[in-house]
């Protein structure tokens, strides 16, 4: 019995030592794309172009991420899901120097669009968990390493906000450049090599296939990031837009055609994956993509203003808080729901990953719903988004698990980034659309305009909406797990490297 307890003790430390190192890989994804918004603000004569050229500070990184996200998890799941990582880890880090270094504002660009293939570092992240952990951590290694993404976006805000106050701009970078070399450092040095049966056979590699998709939905972001200022009718706007949607529909009768495709579009063929892709265009366009925007509106808008003959009018909606109150606001919120991804993973072990995106939407929901209670309220408006903020844990780690679930572990890190690609294509939807309806019949008081009741209600009926179709779409997806995570339980050990 003491044996026995003690190989278990051993194999659980194993476990949490190779899963902290991939959190703080992760983690650098996460500091690099929101630490970096906060340059949109920045004082200084660096930072003096309009904003629409500014804009390009988060831009660059996106469409990079985007290109890169299914192209490297494809060439992971064939020559190995540590060596690419470690490549990407240092790209990055090379991106964060020349921009930390740039003497020019384009200079800078260049930086962040080689720090965008840290994009990549999540399909990768899952890939190895599915690969190398026992069978009953995967579910729990999946979450714990999706939903680190909450906490390190929040803590990367709050980040850069205080070099902007307290130092410079290049410190951004620069702690940005020192987390992608300690990482890479750590997922060389002591995570193991996944075992050969865990990769795709090596053979030639499709760069056309993979050059078409990461193209094709480039042009499509960038088409809906100019929509937020030009709209959707604009001519720009459709001319990316519609590219995009032609290379797509191009690649994919290209790879159809290719006897070793970049990314197996026949997976969209099975249902469980073709029904877990919809729920993450589903999820993304509701709490993923819209609560972010939702809640800082919330905290910000003013709960009252004064008027010019000296009265004050009582608006509907809004708490009135600074932005660092809600820098920190935010942080604690995401903090709250990583501290409870160990427990989201034991669900979809035990349950399975479409149980959890139900628990998740349902939360969302009821969170929703006590925020509706009262939005001027603080208490109100905290304890709603606290149960949101619960529910969105759910969500991030049931979109991937419930993708891995139906694959097998040669094509993780590939469908993994399918996943992430949807996920944020629809992200970029939901804040286009979403900034329309929150300004919908605004409250006007002087020459300033407010969030109304009637903006926030379309909000959150959209949200609700998303949810119940989410929960609808996932009562079809077949339950059944056993047999893809059976073939990564065939390989429960060599978790650290010995090499």
Known sequence: MTSGTSARTHSGQKVGFVLAILVIAEVVAAFETSMAVQLLYAPGDFFTSDLSQLVWVVTSYSLVAALATGFVGRLGDQFGRRKILVV?????????????????????????????????VLPLAIGMVRTTFPRGKIGTGIAVVSTSALIAGAAGMLGGGLFLDYASWHWIFVSAAVFAVVAAVLVHLFLAKEPQSTLAASGRVDWNGGLMFGAGIAAVLYGLTLSKDQGFTAVPVLGFLGGGLLLLALWVRWELRVSEPMIDVRMFKQRKFALGMLATALIALGPIGTMSILSVSIYRNPSSVALGDGTVMDLPVGLGLSA?????????????????????GRVSSKYGARTGLMIGSALTIIGLVIVCTAPTNLTVVISGLVVVIFGTGFLYSGMPTIIVECVLPAQTSTATGINAVTRTAFQAVASSVMGLLLVISPVFAGESSFVSMTGFLTVVGVLIATCILTILVVFFIPANTAEPLADAAQHPSNLTRKD
């Open 324 to 344: 660092t109150m809600t820098g920190l606001l935010g942080f604690i919120t995401a903090a709250a729901a990583f501290t409870i991804s160990p427990l989201i």
């Open 88 to 120: 990407v880890l240092l790209i990055s880090a090379v991106g964060s120097v020349i921009s930390a270094m740039a003497p020019t504002f384009g200079v800078l660009l260049v930086g962040r669009a080689l720090q965008g293939v840290s994009g990549a």
